[in-house]
């Protein structure tokens, strides 16, 4: 992580989607006490609900990797909030 930091990386990223599970609050956690604010975190991969997002962004993720389908799902969730997404 210090050489993406050292070498100007705009993020980093929390896996690539090899791995059989997608982006966790623990991985999000994990990097977030690793690196501060000295880099952004993108969570990829397993992110299928609108809370999930907020759960992520709330522990330091700053960007989201999300299929088609995922998105989708998460603007209708956004849509059906009486307030939409406030808490960011």
């Known amino acids: 992580m210090r050489q993406c930091i050292k070498g100007g990386a705009a993020f980093i990223k929390t896996g ?3 791995a059989p599970t997608g982006a966790t609050l623990e991985n999000i956690a994990l990097i977030k006490s690793r690196v501060a604010d000295a ?3 993108k969570a990829s991969g397993g992110i ?4 999930t997002m907020i759960a992520m962004y709330r ?3 700053r960007r989201f990797g999300i299929g088609l389908a995922s998105e989708t ?3 209708e969730q956004c849509a059906v909030r009486p307030r939409g997404v406030v808490e960011f």
Do not use: D, M, Q, V
């Open 16 to 18: 690539t989607g090899w």
């Open 39 to 41: 880099i952004a975190i």
């Open 48 to 51: 299928h609900y609108l809370e």
């Open 59 to 61: 522990r330091g993720a």
């Open 73 to 75: 799902k998460i603007f």
